[in-house]
């Protein structure tokens, strides 16, 4: 990846050469979820997270809540890095958030790419829990990347701005920017009104997993499916499925 330019068929360099792990998606919201847990510090509900098998957590925040306002409008994408320090000493972030420890065993930090914010979260002592329960503690990656094998691969954002580098997608009646440039895989979708792609996805950003084999995936698991696997470009295959309201996106490449 020396020329900067990620290939479709390629995870983010965040990934691939940094060793960060995906670890959620945080979407804001203005609908009150079921199962929220609200956050007096931050005056914020969330739900989700400890158990969608995605890493997707929907983010309700008051109007006088202390977080940043890029934070309560934009969705976020979530790594695990081993050394936050070291980290931020070693690349150029545009930083929103500085280091923090919002629990005893947890630091954190925002970052900003691309006008979309990320969050860098490192874990202290981690406790061991109990898969039996199904219910995932804040140290654990997601059921999907931990135990089925899946690979992030990108975060797909909606937006009604036209935005530097747009290519167009015909055959989706859409613009996209972004994907092959920003190391942490994020994904501006600009879609036209008569867009055959679905209403779900065309307004809730989505999560793009890269897995060896759709078909077998979905014999695996009883996905609510938005839509069924095609081919959108040579050598790929995608599919769309729904979970708690977000849409997750399945993508195969032919080896």
Request: proline share 8%; glycine share 4%.
């Amino acid at each position: 990846m020396k020329n900067k330019i990620r290939l479709d068929h390629e995870l983010p360099l965040a990934v691939v050469e940094w060793g960060w792990k995906f670890h959620h998606l945080g979407t804001p919201t203005d609908k009150v979820m079921p199962d929220e847990t609200y956050l007096a510090l931050f005056k914020l509900y969330v739900s989700g997270f400890d158990t969608s098998p995605f890493g997707i957590e929907w983010m309700r925040y008051e109007k006088d809540s202390p977080i940043h306002p890029l934070i309560q409008e934009v969705p976020h994408i979530c790594f695990e890095v081993e050394n936050l320090d070291y980290e931020l000493s070693i690349h150029d972030f545009n930083i929103i958030t500085l280091p923090n420890s919002p629990s005893k065993d947890t630091r954190v930090a925002m970052i900003e790419h691309n006008g979309a914010p990320m969050e860098l979260i490192e874990f202290k002592n981690k406790k061991n829990s109990n898969k039996k329960n199904k219910i995932r503690l804040d140290h654990e990656l997601p059921l999907a990347v931990e135990e089925w094998g899946w690979k992030y691969h990108h975060l797909g954002i909606p937006t009604n701005k036209v935005l530097p580098e747009e290519r167009y997608l015909p055959q989706f009646k859409l613009y996209v920017s972004g994907f092959d440039t920003s190391p942490f895989g994020v994904e501006w979708m600009r879609y036209e009104k008569d867009s055959p792609i679905s209403d779900i996805t065309k307004s809730v950003p989505h999560i793009a997993f890269e897995v060896d084999d759709i078909d077998q995936e979905f014999a695996k698991y009883n996905f609510e499916i938005i839509s069924e696997p095609g081919i959108p470009s040579d050598g790929v295959r995608a599919a769309m499925i729904l979970h708690n309201g977000a849409p997750i996106e399945l993508i195969e490449f032919r080896k």
